[in-house]
């Protein structure tokens, strides 16, 4: 019962906004707290959840979702859960995470128009993604899948009277759709493959399969090696990977929690959990994982260079988001799970705390969100300041941090794979993502020192925001005094929104330390179906099964050991070449930006790919559309037209006769009379 | 043709039926004064009458003259609403004009 309360809870309470926003406007306030007690709930039966998963499986079902056929074409697809240790971790990330930040936006969004229609947005979402970690087969996942995906659309376009929020809504579905359609032929191969879609069967027969090959007996057939690469396809699109990551920086159209929510902590880290979920059926091809750590890693310093160039706030983290994925898939990539599955979790803390900070600083400055129009914050905001510290300190990966830990697993990992099995290509990676690491150090001390330090300077955004609604309808007067604050000085937050954020920054600076020491991740997804596959008869079982990479040497040192002091140096230099240049001499940064003005430019239009795109995708599919309107007028219509002129004509040929004289109609009459009465004699006589 | 001339036969009645009918017809269809037209359909109706008497004597059966005097009856009565009818719409146009009347054109 508990795993299905767990979804269903907030699903109800979506309703349940939404009806009562229906009938009572004043009740309208209380969505948000309606919102964040749900998530809370389902937060505190996923605690509950814990003891009794341990290192097990839950498996429950709800109810027979889509049942036909008999015997061996029976199709059935439960609506039923498969809780495994990867799940609750999830689960917990999903609830934890996403609670805190609804109590933050019971804040942020306070006064805006569309409050209710938010937070039942908010609330819907959680269902999905619950959904979509808790699903046993994969269409119900499939489901869930989908189902982030529309919450995603609405939330981004949120703000729906702003073209931009519509085109960037537009743009995520439609880029997705692409992921989509590989995801969804991955899921009919499977089910031609195996005969079902339930996942624990599927991985069962894949890990025999495994065992097979690595016997000598027993061959991947060609459908084992194209699963995964479908599958990958929906990962990339819904993870915004190269080349289907465009779509994320623009969803930053949205209100910033759902950045923070949907978009950083929660959906996007979807692709990577569906990987780490069929782990098995990745391992199966020789060539999938590879592929998934060569594009996470190319992604990572991609993004990372866009970065380093963006003078857009949520951008940057937009983009970093997107990089700090492609460590994810770097992780998975290695046989890392347990690194790719640890630096989601930490990933969720730090960059749900950058956005919330980020958000603040939006609100505080009606919505300015170019930092070169922002300097030296803070004194004005002083816990917005530091909290974001705690925040960007983890995402570079500054030692002891929360992100310091997950990446160094990951890129330890992966040089120590690359070292087991002399891999040129995981050598090159490790090395891409090292640079990555210095280069996000870099970029993100380049945003706070230039945000919060140096000469206070700063220019207001040109709207006001969603305070709009509260200004318009003059209700609250503290309401007011707060938007009159606003028009004149950046204001530190309500503590209902740096609350959570106090939150997340102990979880963002401590959650690493917990984690690294008491083994929690690597225990609960080497207890899941995540764990990558370990062949009984050469020894280690399955608990153990991260135990022989430990061991890798790399220059005479073990290979994490050599990454942690390699990466916290250069997270250190990182940090201090950002302080130096965006801080104590402003003037060298100007200089080099100057200096290489083509090259920045180049980076922060994001290498032209949107253009490139447009021109090879997008203009011609327009061209194409514009084809088939001319032929839709030109050709369909006029037969339409022509249908419909017939009668006109018709009718033109004939309306004379109806000319209103009466004269005519006894005419009329009588000449058809005469014509009858000729008739009847001819037929009479002859 | 002689015994024609001087003893009428039933075609003789029926052609001065048809003749009336005919005038009746011709009159209705060309005048456009409401009276007259009026006048005409009364002409038709004798037109017709004229016939049924005809009958009604060559076929020795009382039936169509009754019926004749049942049409007479009738006739008086129409006649009566007819020009009353008349009058209401001569006085919405102040003319006899049917012509007038024709806001049923197509």
Redesign the interface.
Known sequence: MTPTLIPWIPALTAGVIGLISLFRDEWNRFAGALCAGAIGLSFLLTLSLWPSVGSGVLESGFYDWISFGSGDNAFHVGFSWFVDPLTVLMLLVITGIGGLIAVYATGYMKGDPGYWRFFAYVSLFIFAMTTLVMADNLLLLFLGWEGVGLCSYLLIGYYYEKPTAVAAAKKAFIVNRIGDFGFLLGIFLCYQHYGTLQISTMLDRARETLAAVSHGHGVATATDLWIPFLLMVGAFGKSAQLPLYVWLPDAMAGPTPVSALVHAATMVTAGVYLIARCLPLFELSPYALPTVAAVGTVTALFAATIALTSNDLKGVFAYSTVSQLGYMFLGVGCLSTDGAMFHLVTHAFFKALLFLTAGSVMHALAGQLDICKIRGLRHKMPVTCWLMFAGCLALAGVPLTAGFFSKDLILGDALAYAVDHQSPLFYALTFLGVVTAFLTAFYTFRLWFTVFMGDEHYEMGDEHHHNNGAHAEGTEADHAADHDDHAHEPHEMPWIMNGPLVILAAGALLAGLVLHFNHGITHAVDHSTAAPFVDAAHGGDHGDAHAGEHHAYFMGIDAHVFMQILSSILAVAGVGLAAVVFWLKRDIADAAATRFDPLVRFARHEYCINEIYGATIVEPLRRLGALFYAVDRLIINSIMDLVGFAPRLVGLGVRPAQNGRIQSYGLGMVLGVAVLAVVVLMATSG | MLLALSSPMLSHYLLTGAVLFMLG?VG?????NMIQ?FLCTEMMFQGVVVSLVAFSAFHGNVTGQTFVIFVLTIAAAEAALALGLVVLLFRHRRTLD??A??????
């Open positions: 017809l209705f269809i060309s005048r456009r037209m049917a012509s009347w024709s806001a049923l054109n197509g």
